[in-house]
């Protein structure tokens, strides 16, 4: 008998547009090739109107896939209209209302309930809060933190995408059964060489906090200290922007926006950039890089999650002095751009291919099947 599982996501997945969205997609489709029949449930909370704009098109992504998209609905008025029996439940979404899972079980009684953090979110706004000194956003912090912690007790199993936030968060909620399941990206097939590249690229959607920080920290900190050392160098801000990031533009600072395809960038500049200084997670666009062979210099907020060794894998700086050095450093070495360049590949290949995430996918769902049977049999 077909097993079936039902997504709950914020929209239909745009993997042009955001990791989530990625991490969303790949989860489904590795779900879908082990035999699961999957629906994808869009409660409709867009965080920029471009998602909305796109919905027919992501809704026929989901369909070359063999994946249902339901939705724009509340998950809670769906089940009630449907008389379909899931499995289990993907929620990869923080509930509005504090009787949500409740609610939930309710109507889908012998469903298994798997919690997708995607990131601990409280753990960046609490990091930005710091940097910021605002009680503000320290307040939306915690409330924050509360929610992610009551939905990971109430979950049967609880996704983190790294070790650190699997330690953390077994800290704070021992109740909770938390499985790391990163995120799944396919390296590129070309050897890279350095040869005719030039630029820095930092790739991010700048709608969300910590890259519109970084590209700010970057302009204001980092760049005026590099610029002497690479003239005629630019860097390119690519990835959904803001009016913030936007006003950043300069003869050197190019903001491109918003593009369908990143490859063309990834193959012809000279290094990536990770300037965050806060976030969470593991960061989508650091481990894309590196899978196209482009060597990056990061954070080390940016490199959490990622088992990149310094110096070997990628260039990982704390201080916008230390950043700048390793961009002057990289952009002239040919001999280290290229070991950083294979060894960041092998990296994506050895820790997040489809192989090693289906691995842990298929243990999860094995063994969520098994603990529903026993509960159902008892």
Not at 36 to 53: D, E, I, M, R
Request: glycine residues 4%; aromatic residues 8%; proline residues 7%.
């Amino acid at each position: 008998m077909t097993r079936r599982l039902l997504v709950i996501t914020h929209t239909f997945p745009l993997p042009d547009l955001d990791g989530a969205s990625l991490r969303s997609l790949r989860i489904m489709q590795a779900v879908r090739a082990l035999g699961w029949s999957v629906t994808n449930l869009a409660t409709g909370h867009v965080f920029h109107p471009v998602y909305t704009a796109r919905f027919d098109e992501a809704r026929t992504l989901l369909a070359s896939h063999e994946i249902e998209a339901v939705g724009p609905i509340a998950p809670l008025i769906y089940l009630d209209q449907i008389a379909v029996d899931f499995d289990a439940i993907w929620l990869a979404v923080v509930p509005g209302t504090a009787n949500f899972i409740d609610e939930l079980r309710r109507r889908a009684p012998r469903a298994i309930l798997i919690f997708d953090t995607i990131e601990l979110t409280f753990v960046s706004m609490l990091r930005a809060a710091r940097l910021r000194r605002s009680e503000t956003l320290l307040q939306q912090a915690r409330n924050v933190q509360a929610q992610q912690l009551q939905i990971a007790a109430a979950a049967d199993y609880t996704l983190v995408v790294t070790p650190e936030e699997a330690e953390l968060l077994q800290r704070l909620c021992p109740t909770a059964q938390v499985r790391v399941l990163s995120n799944i990206h396919t390296v590129s097939p070309a050897q890279m060489s350095p040869a005719g590249r030039r630029d820095l690229l930092f790739v991010g959607n700048f709608v969300h906090m910590p890259n519109r920080d970084a590209a700010q920290h970057f302009v204001a900190d980092i760049w005026p200290q590099v610029r002497p050392h690479l003239p005629g160098a630019v860097t390119r801000f690519v990835g959904l922007p803001t009016p913030a990031v936007s006003a950043l533009a300069a003869p050197d600072i190019i903001v491109t926006g918003h593009v369908p395809d990143l490859a063309p960038f990834y193959v012809t500049s000279r290094l990536a950039i990770a300037p965050l200084r806060f976030g969470a997670g593991i960061k989508g666009k650091v481990l894309e890089a590196m899978s196209y062979g482009l060597p990056v210099v990061m954070t080390p907020v940016a490199a959490e999650g990622a088992h990149t060794r310094p110096d070997e894998d990628a260039l990982i700086a704390a201080t916008p002095a230390e950043f700048a050095a390793a961009i002057v450093r990289l952009y002239h070495d040919d001999e280290l751009w290229r070991r950083l360049s294979q060894n960041g590949q092998a990296l994506v290949a050895s820790w997040f291919s489809v192989d090693s995430i289906q691995t842990v996918l298929t243990e999860l769902l094995d063994m969520a099947m098994r603990r529903k049977n026993q509960e159902y049999n008892c």
